[in-house]
């Protein structure tokens, strides 16, 4: 209670957590399309924040994480105190497994552009930086693709009139596209040796250092 308290006022809890309040019609406040499109730009300014701020030693990425994860936590505590878990995870799995996995994997990608600024092996700093940062340009431009996705299954799958298990049943299965592309095609190309990276020829050689 005294965490609700400190959220907001009870009546605007209430106006939050009601049947058809606003965690509810957020999904369905604007046309689908336009919707679609405001929620991939979010989503990807959130991807590309963790991407790029992993440059700055990795607790930026941290704190962007940090911040999503308590937001995500507030709408599950504040609905499940109304009886209303249910619901809210009946909106939020459809596009959310997706969607927190691309988020996940562009964090992923950025504390790895981070540690290569505290660690970068017998590369010198510039080299092992630019490496990992057009590898990392290459995830941008795959996520941004994921994104768009899962910001159609929210705009158009989420608010829909279709029953919760055919809901999740779609977000699953979206998931699931993206796990067996990641395993199956991203491990073939893992195991020839590719990384995202240009090719020497392209780049030129780098200079091995001493560490």
């Not at 911040?67 to 009946?90: E, P």
């Not at 909106?91 to 990608?109: I, R, S």
């Not at 899962?150 to 993206?178: D, K, M, N, Q, Y």
């Amino acid at each position: 209670p005294e965490v609700r308290s400190a959220i907001a006022a009870p009546a605007e809890l209430r106006e939050l957590t009601r049947p058809g309040g606003d965690y509810e019609a957020y999904y369905s406040s604007h046309p689908a399309t336009s919707f679609a499109a405001q929620v991939w730009t979010n989503n990807a300014q959130a991807a590309a924040l963790c991407l790029v701020l992993g440059a700055f030693l990795c607790l930026p990425v941290v704190a962007v994480l940090l911040l999503n994860m308590v937001n995500i936590g507030v709408g599950i505590g504040l609905m499940a105190s109304a009886g209303r878990l249910d619901t809210f995870l009946g909106l939020l799995v459809p596009h959310g497994l997706l969607e927190l996995t691309a988020v996940f994997v562009a964090a992923g990608t950025g504390l790895r552009l981070g540690w290569t600024v505290i660690d970068p092996g017998p590369r010198r700093r510039r080299d092992a930086l630019a490496q990992e940062g057009r590898t990392a340009l290459g995830m941008a431009l795959g996520l941004a693709l994921v994104l768009l996705v899962s910001g159609v299954i929210e705009a158009f799958v989420t608010p829909s009139g279709l029953p919760t298990w055919a809901r999740i049943t779609i977000g699953t299965a979206a998931e699931a596209a993206f796990l067996i592309y990641v395993y199956a095609v991203g491990g073939r190309a893992a195991r020839a040796g590719r990384t995202g990276d240009l090719t020497a020829d392209e780049t030129g050689s780098g200079v091995p250092v001493a560490t």
